[in-house]
């Protein structure tokens, strides 16, 4: 879910600068395009969203409890999320991996590798804070518990 945040925050972010080619002298839209990068955004926050769904169904929700807090009956929730879960749940079979695309591979990679991912989110939140909060130096890999403490000793003790 991390991921997928980081992913749809980073194409958020693309679509703010306006450059002095995307605009006429008048202050029209040059050329059209700013659709396509919407699109980009509206399908990183559905992946987004069907991944905190997903998160949850692992953490032992159950439909009900995913139904009640999105205010929708539990079977409106199972249509909506039940095959991002089984895709999820697949790609953590090796057989799902070897027929997977690449997106699908990343994700089961980051699956079964969740503290070297999150070691790259560290790096990445840390790039983004605005300054606003304290967020330490282990701000996504910090609540996960470490396996083996001595992995990417390089890059965090």
């Known amino acids: 879910m991390a991921y997928e945040a980081c992913e749809l925050a980073d194409l958020a972010r693309a679509a703010v600068p306006i450059g002095k080619h995307e605009l006429n002298p008048d202050g029209t839209n040059r050329s059209p395009g700013n659709v396509l990068a919407a699109a980009r955004v509206l399908s990183a926050a559905e992946r987004f969203f069907e991944a905190a769904a997903v998160l949850e169904r692992m953490g032992g929700a159950d439909w009900q409890l995913i139904g009640d807090v999105l205010e929708v009956p539990p079977r409106t929730a199972l249509a909506r999320f039940a095959m991002a879960e089984e895709t999820f749940r697949e790609l953590l ?23 070297e991912v999150a070691l790259d989110l560290d790096d990445w939140v840390l790039r983004h804070e605005d300054g606003d909060s304290d967020l330490g130096t282990t701000p996504v890999s910090g609540g996960l518990v470490r396996k083996d403490p001595r992995r990417r000793t390089g890059k965090h003790p």
């Open 93 to 115: 079979s090796s057989e799902g991996v070897e027929a997977a695309d690449e997106a699908s591979r990343l994700r089961a990679y980051m699956a079964r590798e969740p503290l």
